[in-house]
C-alpha cells in the first residue's frame, strides 16, 4: 500500500485493503456505523484511491 500525502486520509478498522494500492490525501474509507462487526468497506489489489474520496460501507 502506498499512502501519497497522508494528511486527513481515514481508513476504519475492520477495513481491508489489498497489495499495490495507493490512497492519496483526504480519503476516507468508512462505514455508517449500523453493522456490529464489519462496517468498513474493502479494498481488491491494485486500486487507486483519488484525493478527497470517501468510500463507505452502507449494507
Given at each position: 500500500?502506498?499512502?501519497?500525502h ?10 481491508t ?12 474509507l468508512?462505514?455508517?456505523g ?7 468497506p474493502d479494498?481488491?489489489n491494485?486500486v487507486?484511491v ?6 463507505l460501507?452502507?449494507?
Amino acid at each position: 500500500m502506498f499512502i501519497d500525502h497522508g494528511m486527513g486520509i481515514v481508513i476504519g478498522e475492520t477495513a481491508t485493503v489489498g497489495d499495490d494500492c495507493t490512497i492519496y490525501h483526504g480519503a476516507t474509507l468508512g462505514g455508517t456505523g449500523k453493522d456490529k462487526y464489519k462496517r468498513h468497506p474493502d479494498l481488491g489489489n491494485n486500486v487507486m484511491v483519488g484525493s478527497g474520496s470517501k468510500i463507505l460501507r452502507t449494507y
